[in-house]
């Protein structure tokens, strides 16, 4: 080889990196904008958890703990962006599809990649798909528009990354199988360990089940020697992230009095106790049952007519394909009508999927077992590469009960229960319908089953997201947030329906005009609970929130537990107090807030309303405390 055509090659391989690395800037700005504008990232605002989610990633503290002290891990996010909210959001959803489709991508490539009898573009497409029903998939967990990252988002994306690791295993079994078991296992297990450590002050129960899963799907896969030593590696490689988070000053050096204290915390709801959460998942199938029972009419026809022609050719060993794929379209469209999407002659006005809607996840489900009616008998002949226990379709039937299995793992131990909350998750669901796709032995069926997938993933995202923007989880709908609105000490700016930003505004100009600066303490005792005021207001929060967890069963425990010596490092005799205006509280709800105030007055010194005067009053009543010798100039009726 000559010098010049050696540096012709180095050229053309240097241009092609550029050219690369150019175009693939230009798709992530292209994600970004497009993602920023379907989800409405600047619009909108649910005081309560997103309010939650918001101090959470810019807490008062390193030692925050609402629930479980998820901040630490979303707070590097929230400062990449300079703290801006629609931002925040956008980086958010555009790290949950990226992730997805890795997933997809991925999976496509353990199930089919190294299939000699594929051509090549096939071999490119096929990965295409898979990986764009993951990643459009996904979005289904913003159905709600709850879009601020939070403990929940933390943990599917540690969930789906942790999966990516698990197919990279895969790969390096069935590919490396000269080298030994320790050696292949450590790049997979490195990637499984970090994104499971990721949701560990989200949700602690998802390393221990995400880890006792994948070491079984691997053993079923692969081998037992191949499972262990993954498993080896993912522990071992815990304390070292740890140990680099509290190096980098991510988690604080007492992270252990932290997480310690956090599970000494009273359990919101009966359903997130272990006994608790346990029950709620051996109860799951009672729970679709019931979510069956309540289909309308005619979506329940349909689905028991396309079940038969799903069927009939099982039945009868042929493969018509053709009615197969009938008989998954009915399915289609009988799962759209499950799921309460307006379609004509099926359910007309029926209301588009909710937050952990039970519905939703029977309808993927639903999806997902006919994916498997169509793909069974669609194998043209036994195959299996070596190192493979199963056929191709059997293979994929096991991957994606797995990924569907994940979804429960998301849901486990939430107060909306564990097959509802899985409804969140259901980009997992549609990419184990494509995974089962993908299984087919007869190259045409793959892509013709995979576009049906690809189209039904459409139609439920495409509803989800036009119902999320028309009855957005405690907000006006999106399309009449308009009102441009600073929140926060750091001066983000969102846009807010008129009623909520006249009265954030006003609060933020009363509290000005009688002293208040960012920073100042406050603490939240309105009903429900309104964390997202103590945000816009730029206002410093106890370290723990869960003091005014109101309308769960444990909150009068919750509030006792954080007022008897755990954060009492607070200045709770200087705090600000936020209320609810009392003619919005019925009997119920007034007896809460009264039992929470009784109890910081023993700790403040301080009695609402004497030792206090009200500076703002509207649906949210804001007061001071009084300064030495200061008498109160008004009581606002309390």
Not at 505 to 511: D, I, K, M, T, V
Request: hydrophobic share 55%.
């Amino acid at each position: 080889m000559t010098i010049a055509s050696a540096s012709s090659i180095a050229h053309m391989t240097i241009r092609r990196f550029v050219l690369w690395a150019f175009a693939v800037l230009i798709g992530l700005v292209i994600l970004w904008l497009s993602l920023g504008l379907v989800l409405g990232s600047s619009r909108g605002l649910d005081l309560t958890d997103e309010g939650l989610y918001l101090l959470g990633a810019d807490p008062p503290s390193a030692s925050a703990a609402w629930g479980w002290p998820f901040g630490w891990h979303t707070h590097p996010l929230f400062a990449l962006v300079g703290y801006d909210i629609a931002n925040f959001r956008t980086l958010g959803a555009l790290i949950l599809v990226l992730s997805s489709s890795w997933l997809g991508w991925l999976v496509a490539r353990v199930v089919r990649i190294e299939d000699q009898a594929l051509r090549r573009m096939d071999a490119r497409l096929l990965p295409i798909g898979s990986a764009c029903i993951a990643g459009l998939g996904s979005l289904l967990y913003y159905v709600s528009m709850l879009r601020t990252p939070s403990y929940n988002w933390l943990c599917l994306v540690g969930i789906t990354v942790a999966s990516v690791g698990l197919m990279l295993a895969l790969r390096q079994a069935w590919r490396s199988s000269a080298h030994g078991a320790w050696r292949r296992s450590a790049l997979p297990a490195t990637v499984s360990s970090l994104a499971v450590f990721l949701t560990l002050p989200a949700k602690p129960s998802v390393l221990p089940m995400f880890l006792l899963f994948g070491l079984l799907l691997l053993a079923l896969l692969v081998d037992w020697s191949t499972a262990w030593h993954w498993l080896a590696w993912a522990v071992v490689l815990l304390p070292v992230w740890v140990l680099l988070a509290v190096v980098t000053r991510v988690w604080p050096l007492d992270f252990v009095a932290v997480l310690s204290r956090a599970l000494r915390m009273p359990y919101p709801d009966p359903s997130q106790t272990p006994t608790g959460a346990v029950q709620e998942a051996l109860l799951a199938p009672r729970a679709a049952a019931q979510a069956i029972g309540e289909i309308a009419d005619l979506p329940a026809l349909l689905l028991l007519g396309s079940a038969m022609l799903l069927a009939l050719p099982l039945v009868l060993r042929r493969r018509w394909l053709t009615v197969r794929l009938a008989g998954f379209g009915a399915v289609a469209v009988a799962a759209l009508g499950i799921a309460g999407v307006p379609i004509p002659l099926v359910n007309a006005e029926g209301r588009p999927f909710g937050l952990a809607q039970p519905t939703l996840t029977t309808a993927l489900l639903t999806v997902l077992l006919a994916t498997v009616a169509v793909s069974w008998r669609l194998e043209g002949r036994e195959y299996s590469r070596a190192g493979q226990r199963f056929t191709r379709v059997q293979m994929s039937v096991v991957l994606a009960a797995f990924l569907y299995l994940m979804t429960l793992v998301f849901g486990f131990g939430s107060d909306n229960g564990i097959y509802g909350q899985s409804a969140l998750a259901g980009g997992l669901a549609l990419t184990a319908a494509a995974v089962i796709a993908l299984g087919l032995e007869v190259r045409r069926d793959s892509f013709i089953v995979m576009l049906a997938v690809l189209g039904v993933t459409a139609l439920f995202v495409i509803s989800g997201l036009l119902g999320g923007w028309r009855f957005p989880q405690r907000q006006s709908p999106l399309a009449d947030q308009t009102v441009s609105t600073m929140l926060g000490g750091h001066g983000a700016h969102l846009l807010l329906d008129a009623r909520t930003a006249q009265a954030l505004s006003g609060l933020q100009e009363q509290a000005k005009q009688s002293g208040w600066k960012p920073g100042t303490p406050m603490v939240d005792v309105s009903y429900t609970w309104n964390p997202g005021v103590v945000y816009a207001l730029g206002a410093q929060a106890p370290d723990s929130l869960m003091l005014t967890i109101f309308g769960y069963p444990a909150a009068h425990d919750i509030a006792a537990f954080h007022l008897s010596g755990h954060y009492l490092e607070f200045p709770f005799r200087d705090a600000w107090v936020l209320t609810t205006r009392p003619d919005l509280l019925d009997p119920g709800a007034r007896s809460a807030v009264d039992f929470t105030l009784d109890r910081l007055a023993v700790v403040s010194g301080k009695h609402l309303p004497a030792s206090f005067t009200c500076i703002a009053s509207g649906d949210f009543i804001l007061w001071r405390p009084l300064a030495a010798g200061e008498s109160a100039s008004d009581s606002c009726g309390w």
